[in-house]
Protein backbone atom coordinates (compact mmCIF):
# COMPACT_ATOMS: atom_id res chain seq x y z
CA UNK A 1 0.00 0.00 0.00
CA UNK A 2 1.37 3.48 -0.71
CA UNK A 3 2.06 5.86 2.19
CA UNK A 4 -0.56 8.33 2.05
CA UNK A 5 0.45 10.06 5.58
CA UNK A 6 3.49 12.03 5.88
CA UNK A 7 4.48 13.27 8.82
CA UNK A 8 7.81 15.84 10.02
CA UNK A 9 9.22 15.61 13.13
CA UNK A 10 9.88 19.36 12.88
CA UNK A 11 12.72 19.81 15.68
CA UNK A 12 14.23 16.49 15.65
CA UNK A 13 14.53 14.41 18.81
CA UNK A 14 15.95 16.61 21.13
CA UNK A 15 13.73 20.14 20.06
CA UNK A 16 10.26 21.13 20.79
CA UNK A 17 7.82 18.43 20.56
CA UNK A 18 5.89 19.04 17.20
CA UNK A 19 5.15 16.90 14.23
CA UNK A 20 3.72 18.61 10.33
CA UNK A 21 1.34 15.63 8.90
CA UNK A 22 0.12 16.46 5.20
CA UNK A 23 -2.18 13.85 3.65
CA UNK A 24 -1.62 12.85 -0.08
CA UNK A 25 -4.44 14.48 -2.45
CA UNK A 26 -5.27 16.63 0.83
CA UNK A 27 -4.77 20.19 0.39
CA UNK A 28 -4.75 20.98 4.32
CA UNK A 29 -2.31 19.75 6.96
CA UNK A 30 -2.17 19.27 10.47
CA UNK A 31 0.23 20.66 13.34
CA UNK A 32 0.58 18.16 16.35
CA UNK A 33 2.18 20.84 18.87
CA UNK A 34 2.59 24.40 18.39
CA UNK A 35 6.02 24.82 19.54
CA UNK A 36 9.55 26.33 17.11
CA UNK A 37 7.83 26.10 13.80
CA UNK A 38 11.10 27.51 12.79
CA UNK A 39 11.48 24.09 10.85
CA UNK A 40 8.54 25.44 8.75
CA UNK A 41 7.92 27.64 5.46
CA UNK A 42 5.11 30.36 5.20
CA UNK A 43 4.11 27.83 2.14
CA UNK A 44 3.87 24.90 4.82
CA UNK A 45 1.99 27.08 7.73
CA UNK A 46 -0.82 28.40 5.44
CA UNK A 47 -1.44 25.06 4.48
CA UNK A 48 -2.46 23.96 8.61
CA UNK A 49 -5.93 23.48 9.12
CA UNK A 50 -6.11 22.13 12.12
CA UNK A 51 -3.30 22.71 15.24
CA UNK A 52 -4.13 20.32 17.77
CA UNK A 53 -1.95 20.94 21.11
CA UNK A 54 -1.13 18.54 23.77
CA UNK A 55 -0.83 21.24 26.58
CA UNK A 56 0.03 24.56 27.03
CA UNK A 57 3.77 24.16 28.38
CA UNK A 58 6.09 26.71 26.68
CA UNK A 59 7.84 24.01 24.03
CA UNK A 60 4.46 22.58 22.87
CA UNK A 61 2.68 26.18 22.62
CA UNK A 62 5.41 29.10 21.69
CA UNK A 63 4.93 28.93 18.02
CA UNK A 64 1.70 30.22 17.99
CA UNK A 65 2.63 33.64 17.53
CA UNK A 66 4.46 32.75 14.17
CA UNK A 67 1.66 31.05 12.91
CA UNK A 68 -0.78 33.72 13.86
CA UNK A 69 1.11 36.62 12.36
CA UNK A 70 0.86 34.91 9.02
CA UNK A 71 -2.61 33.98 8.73
CA UNK A 72 -3.64 38.03 9.33
CA UNK A 73 -5.07 39.03 6.21
CA UNK A 74 -5.95 35.96 4.78
CA UNK A 75 -9.11 33.95 4.89
CA UNK A 76 -9.08 31.28 7.10
CA UNK A 77 -10.72 29.03 9.75
CA UNK A 78 -8.64 27.46 11.61
CA UNK A 79 -9.44 24.25 14.17
CA UNK A 80 -8.14 24.28 17.23
CA UNK A 81 -7.69 21.56 19.88
CA UNK A 82 -5.93 21.21 23.31
CA UNK A 83 -7.07 20.17 26.72
CA UNK A 84 -9.16 21.61 29.71
CA UNK A 85 -8.98 26.13 29.91
CA UNK A 86 -7.12 25.79 26.56
CA UNK A 87 -9.87 28.55 24.78
CA UNK A 88 -9.06 30.80 27.91
CA UNK A 89 -5.39 30.59 27.39
CA UNK A 90 -5.73 31.25 23.44
CA UNK A 91 -7.93 34.56 24.20
CA UNK A 92 -5.44 35.53 26.47
CA UNK A 93 -2.57 35.23 23.74
CA UNK A 94 -4.57 36.98 21.57
CA UNK A 95 -5.23 40.04 23.70
CA UNK A 96 -1.69 40.09 23.93
CA UNK A 97 -1.51 42.16 20.61
CA UNK A 98 -4.19 45.40 19.92
CA UNK A 99 -6.47 45.17 17.20
CA UNK A 100 -8.12 48.15 16.67
CA UNK A 101 -7.20 48.43 12.79
CA UNK A 102 -9.34 45.23 11.76
CA UNK A 103 -11.54 46.83 10.40
CA UNK A 104 -9.63 47.69 7.46
CA UNK A 105 -9.13 43.99 7.10
CA UNK A 106 -11.87 42.34 4.68
CA UNK A 107 -10.36 38.73 5.14
CA UNK A 108 -12.23 37.08 8.05
CA UNK A 109 -9.84 34.94 9.87
CA UNK A 110 -11.66 32.49 12.93
CA UNK A 111 -10.17 30.26 15.21
CA UNK A 112 -12.22 27.47 16.56
CA UNK A 113 -11.24 25.77 19.90
CA UNK A 114 -12.67 22.39 20.87
CA UNK A 115 -11.07 21.48 24.37
CA UNK A 116 -11.30 17.82 25.10
CA UNK A 117 -12.00 17.32 28.71
CA UNK A 118 -13.14 14.43 31.30
CA UNK A 119 -16.62 15.99 31.21
CA UNK A 120 -19.89 14.13 29.01
CA UNK A 121 -19.34 17.36 26.77
CA UNK A 122 -16.30 19.39 24.89
CA UNK A 123 -16.71 22.96 25.84
CA UNK A 124 -16.31 25.52 22.39
CA UNK A 125 -15.35 29.11 21.80
CA UNK A 126 -14.78 31.18 18.43
CA UNK A 127 -12.42 33.79 17.88
CA UNK A 128 -12.81 36.59 15.08
CA UNK A 129 -10.45 38.83 13.73
CA UNK A 130 -13.10 41.53 12.87
CA UNK A 131 -14.24 41.28 16.48
CA UNK A 132 -10.89 41.84 18.26
CA UNK A 133 -10.73 38.20 18.82
CA UNK A 134 -13.51 38.75 21.52
CA UNK A 135 -14.62 34.92 22.67
CA UNK A 136 -18.30 33.92 21.21
CA UNK A 137 -18.93 30.39 23.41
CA UNK A 138 -20.08 27.62 20.64
CA UNK A 139 -22.71 24.64 21.70
CA UNK A 140 -20.34 22.37 22.98
CA UNK A 141 -20.24 18.69 21.88
CA UNK A 142 -21.00 15.59 23.56
CA UNK A 143 -17.54 13.32 24.24
CA UNK A 144 -17.09 10.86 21.48
CA UNK A 145 -16.62 7.63 23.31
CA UNK A 146 -13.52 6.93 20.89
CA UNK A 147 -12.39 10.63 21.49
CA UNK A 148 -12.99 11.73 18.02
CA UNK A 149 -12.91 15.40 18.16
CA UNK A 150 -13.10 16.43 14.63
CA UNK A 151 -13.17 14.79 11.08
CA UNK A 152 -10.91 16.90 8.44
CA UNK A 153 -11.40 15.26 4.79
CA UNK A 154 -10.44 11.88 4.95
CA UNK A 155 -8.29 12.58 8.11
CA UNK A 156 -10.03 11.74 11.73
CA UNK A 157 -8.11 13.35 14.75
CA UNK A 158 -9.04 11.29 17.79
CA UNK A 159 -7.52 12.52 21.38
CA UNK A 160 -7.15 10.95 24.75
CA UNK A 161 -6.29 13.22 28.06
CA UNK A 162 -3.57 11.78 29.89
CA UNK A 163 -2.01 13.07 33.12
CA UNK A 164 1.82 15.37 33.30
CA UNK A 165 0.82 17.02 36.55
CA UNK A 166 -2.13 18.73 34.36
CA UNK A 167 -4.33 17.58 31.76
CA UNK A 168 -2.12 16.46 28.58
CA UNK A 169 -3.72 15.20 25.59
CA UNK A 170 -2.27 12.65 23.29
CA UNK A 171 -3.54 12.10 19.69
CA UNK A 172 -4.47 9.48 16.93
CA UNK A 173 -4.94 10.76 13.29
CA UNK A 174 -6.79 7.80 11.18
CA UNK A 175 -7.10 8.19 7.21
CA UNK A 176 -10.34 6.61 5.87
CA UNK A 177 -10.17 3.51 4.33
CA UNK A 178 -8.61 3.38 0.84
CA UNK A 179 -10.30 1.89 -2.27
CA UNK A 180 -7.95 1.12 -5.14
CA UNK A 181 -8.71 -0.07 -8.30
CA UNK A 182 -7.65 -3.26 -10.29
CA UNK A 183 -6.53 -2.26 -13.59
CA UNK A 184 -5.60 -5.69 -14.63
CA UNK A 185 -9.28 -6.51 -13.89
CA UNK A 186 -10.67 -3.43 -16.02
CA UNK A 187 -8.43 -4.32 -18.98
CA UNK A 188 -9.34 -7.64 -18.39
CA UNK A 189 -12.96 -6.91 -18.40
CA UNK A 190 -12.78 -4.18 -21.37
CA UNK A 191 -13.95 -1.63 -19.22
CA UNK A 192 -12.44 2.29 -19.76
CA UNK A 193 -10.97 4.11 -17.21
CA UNK A 194 -12.70 7.67 -16.15
CA UNK A 195 -15.33 9.72 -13.89
CA UNK A 196 -17.40 6.69 -12.97
CA UNK A 197 -14.70 4.96 -10.99
CA UNK A 198 -14.69 8.09 -7.99
CA UNK A 199 -18.28 6.96 -7.96
CA UNK A 200 -17.41 2.95 -8.11
CA UNK A 201 -15.27 3.86 -4.92
CA UNK A 202 -17.38 6.28 -2.96
CA UNK A 203 -19.97 4.08 -3.42
CA UNK A 204 -17.79 0.96 -1.81
CA UNK A 205 -16.62 3.43 0.66
CA UNK A 206 -20.07 4.43 1.77
CA UNK A 207 -21.52 0.95 2.07
CA UNK A 208 -24.01 1.36 -0.40
CA UNK A 209 -26.18 -1.75 -0.79
CA UNK A 210 -25.16 -3.96 -3.93
CA UNK A 211 -28.33 -2.99 -6.10
CA UNK A 212 -26.85 0.64 -6.46
CA UNK A 213 -26.62 1.63 -9.95
CA UNK A 214 -23.23 2.83 -11.23
CA UNK A 215 -23.38 4.36 -15.03
CA UNK A 216 -20.23 3.99 -16.91
CA UNK A 217 -19.32 5.92 -19.55
CA UNK A 218 -18.28 4.30 -22.59
CA UNK A 219 -16.84 6.75 -25.45
CA UNK A 220 -18.42 5.89 -28.65
CA UNK A 221 -20.72 4.14 -27.39
CA UNK A 222 -23.97 4.59 -24.67
CA UNK A 223 -23.54 4.40 -21.12
CA UNK A 224 -24.09 1.11 -19.54
CA UNK A 225 -25.60 0.63 -15.77
CA UNK A 226 -24.46 -1.84 -13.77
CA UNK A 227 -24.92 -2.45 -10.24
CA UNK A 228 -22.85 -2.05 -7.58
CA UNK A 229 -22.30 -5.92 -6.66
CA UNK A 230 -21.31 -6.95 -9.90
CA UNK A 231 -18.39 -4.35 -10.00
CA UNK A 232 -17.15 -4.83 -6.37
CA UNK A 233 -14.50 -7.29 -7.86
CA UNK A 234 -12.56 -4.71 -9.78
CA UNK A 235 -11.57 -2.57 -6.24
CA UNK A 236 -9.79 -3.74 -3.36
CA UNK A 237 -10.93 -2.35 -0.03
CA UNK A 238 -7.66 -1.52 2.80
CA UNK A 239 -7.57 0.18 6.00
CA UNK A 240 -6.38 3.51 6.15
CA UNK A 241 -3.41 4.66 7.73
CA UNK A 242 -2.69 5.55 11.15
CA UNK A 243 -0.71 7.79 13.57
CA UNK A 244 -0.23 8.32 17.37
CA UNK A 245 1.35 11.00 18.94
CA UNK A 246 1.59 10.79 22.77
CA UNK A 247 4.15 13.25 24.51
CA UNK A 248 4.26 14.25 28.02
CA UNK A 249 2.74 12.24 30.37
CA UNK A 250 3.42 9.95 33.73
CA UNK A 251 4.52 6.38 33.61
CA UNK A 252 0.99 5.22 35.32
CA UNK A 253 -1.33 2.20 34.86
CA UNK A 254 -4.17 4.40 33.69
CA UNK A 255 -1.95 6.54 31.68
CA UNK A 256 -0.68 3.63 29.87
CA UNK A 257 -3.94 2.42 29.49
CA UNK A 258 -5.09 5.20 28.00
CA UNK A 259 -1.81 5.89 25.59
CA UNK A 260 -1.77 1.87 24.52
CA UNK A 261 -5.87 2.16 23.35
CA UNK A 262 -4.58 5.35 21.53
CA UNK A 263 -1.81 4.04 19.74
CA UNK A 264 -3.11 0.54 19.19
CA UNK A 265 -2.02 -0.91 15.53
CA UNK A 266 -0.59 2.55 14.55
CA UNK A 267 1.53 2.44 11.02
CA UNK A 268 3.82 5.41 12.73
CA UNK A 269 3.97 6.12 16.49
CA UNK A 270 5.44 9.09 18.02
CA UNK A 271 6.14 9.01 21.60
CA UNK A 272 8.57 10.90 24.05
CA UNK A 273 11.40 8.85 26.01
CA UNK A 274 12.98 11.83 27.70
CA UNK A 275 14.67 10.27 30.06
CA UNK A 276 17.04 6.68 30.14
CA UNK A 277 16.14 3.68 32.18
CA UNK A 278 18.72 4.37 34.71
CA UNK A 279 16.87 7.66 35.96
CA UNK A 280 13.53 6.36 36.21
CA UNK A 281 13.23 7.81 39.32
CA UNK A 282 14.27 11.09 37.86
CA UNK A 283 11.51 10.63 35.46
CA UNK A 284 8.86 9.67 37.61
CA UNK A 285 9.47 12.91 39.77
CA UNK A 286 9.06 15.17 36.16
CA UNK A 287 5.89 12.99 35.31
CA UNK A 288 7.68 11.73 32.06
CA UNK A 289 8.53 8.60 30.23
CA UNK A 290 12.01 6.76 30.32
CA UNK A 291 12.68 4.79 27.18
CA UNK A 292 12.06 1.02 28.72
CA UNK A 293 8.05 2.50 29.05
CA UNK A 294 8.12 4.07 25.77
CA UNK A 295 9.01 1.16 24.44
CA UNK A 296 6.91 -1.42 26.46
CA UNK A 297 3.97 1.19 25.75
CA UNK A 298 4.91 1.05 21.95
CA UNK A 299 4.99 -2.90 21.99
CA UNK A 300 1.97 -3.16 23.91
CA UNK A 301 -0.43 -1.28 21.49
CA UNK A 302 1.15 -3.33 18.50
CA UNK A 303 2.66 -0.21 16.96
CA UNK A 304 4.71 -0.92 13.37
CA UNK A 305 7.18 1.66 13.51
CA UNK A 306 8.47 3.51 16.59
CA UNK A 307 9.56 7.42 16.41
CA UNK A 308 11.06 8.34 19.58
CA UNK A 309 11.82 12.53 20.33
CA UNK A 310 11.81 14.57 23.33
CA UNK A 311 14.84 13.58 24.51
CA UNK A 312 16.06 15.15 27.58
CA UNK A 313 19.19 18.13 26.59
CA UNK A 314 20.67 15.97 29.65
CA UNK A 315 21.50 12.88 27.03
CA UNK A 316 22.77 15.55 24.08
CA UNK A 317 25.54 12.87 23.11
CA UNK A 318 23.81 9.72 23.75
CA UNK A 319 20.86 9.52 21.23
CA UNK A 320 21.42 6.09 19.70
CA UNK A 321 21.77 4.88 23.46
CA UNK A 322 18.61 6.37 24.02
CA UNK A 323 16.87 4.88 21.01
CA UNK A 324 18.60 1.22 21.49
CA UNK A 325 16.87 1.25 24.75
CA UNK A 326 13.58 2.28 23.18
CA UNK A 327 13.94 -0.45 20.39
CA UNK A 328 15.01 -3.01 23.02
CA UNK A 329 12.05 -2.19 25.21
CA UNK A 330 9.88 -2.79 22.55
CA UNK A 331 10.87 -6.30 21.42
CA UNK A 332 13.01 -4.52 18.11
CA UNK A 333 16.52 -4.91 16.52
CA UNK A 334 18.62 -1.61 17.25
CA UNK A 335 17.89 1.16 15.00
Excluded at 194 to 216: C, D, N, Q, Y
Excluded at 248 to 270: G, H, K, Q, S, V
Amino acid sequence: MRATLHPRLLNGRQGDPGVYLEALHHAEALLLDCGDLSALGPRHLLRVGVVAVSHAHMDHWAGFDRLLRLLIGREKRLQVVGPSGFAERLYHRLQAYTWNLVDRIPAELAFEVTEVTEGAAWPRARFRLQDGFRPEELAPVPAAPDGTVLRQGPLRLRAAVLDHGTPCLGFAVEEAMHVNVWRTRLEARGLPTGPWLAALKAAVAAGAPEETPITIEIRGAAPATHPLGALRDLVEVTPGQRLAYLTDFADTPANRAAAIALAREADILFIEAPFAVGDAAHAFDRRHLTTRAAGEIARAAGARRIEPFHFSPRYEDAEARLLAEVHAAAGRPPP
